[in-house]
């Protein structure tokens, strides 16, 4: 691969983990010398990243001024959080149609685990960032059923803006307690390979993040 390229690429990755860290937070505006300084990379594999970036919706790109960071207005989180909730449905039910329901049992365990720890009196510490990566992982297990290259670039895709938002409003430990009883939900639908509540599910999981944002359906 040219150096060129791998400098593009590795460009890329950097603003992508910087976006999904909150290292750059929602409506943050920047100037390319301050991408620069933060990514680490030579100007030219800065702004392919970047074209990348506003491709996929999580940055505008303001000419002559530099970018700014995927805002987080309602329209843009109902519409990302409509956009999850239509390719968990598939996911799920391409997993139940196919039978490719392995791995549900460390899932729901984890699970588990979380909501006892949401229901406890004091909550530790680190107890939204770790929600959080409990919480994806459901997620992420949904989109591995669509096993489709197209569909799961538009996951990623939405992931990310996904992540931007979680960082303008983290985790609270009654709403981590009401997404692990939604997530469970979930899981045992994908258990008794019930497609109709699993997407019934899916949908209500969606409904009561909506509400939470405070977001009309």
Not at 43 to 54: I, S
Not at 57 to 81: F, S, Y
Not at 125 to 142: E, F, K, M, P
Request: charged share 25%; glycine share 8%.
């Amino acid at each position: 691969m040219p150096e060129s390229k791998l400098l593009n690429t590795q460009a890329q990755l950097s603003l992508t983990e910087a976006l999904r860290r909150g290292d750059l937070r929602s409506g943050q505006f920047l100037s390319m010398p301050q991408l620069v300084g933060i990514l680490g990379y030579p100007l030219a594999a800065v702004r392919e990243a970047v074209r990348h970036a506003g491709a996929s919706g999580w940055l505008n790109i303001i000419p002559k001024r530099g970018v700014q960071v995927l805002e987080a207005h309602p329209e843009t989180i109902r519409d990302t959080l409509d956009a999850r909730m239509v390719l968990d449905q598939e996911g799920a039910r391409r997993r139940i149609a196919s039978g490719a329901l392995e791995g549900l049992a460390v899932l729901g365990d984890s699970h588990r685990v979380m909501l006892a720890e949401a229901v406890a009196p004091d909550g530790a510490a680190d107890l939204s960032s770790r929600a959080i990566g409990v919480d994806l992982s459901l997620h992420d297990y949904l989109a591995g059923g669509l096993d489709n290259p197209f569909l799961r670039a538009a996951y990623e895709a939405n992931r990310v803006r996904m992540a931007i938002f979680q960082r303008v409003r983290p985790f609270v430990q009654e709403r981590i307690k009401s997404a692990m009883q939604e997530h469970l939900a979930i899981i045992d639908a994908l258990e008794r390979r019930d497609s109709a509540a699993a997407v019934a599910a899916v949908a209500y999981h969606c409904d009561r993040t909506r509400h939470w944002w405070g977001v009309a359906a």
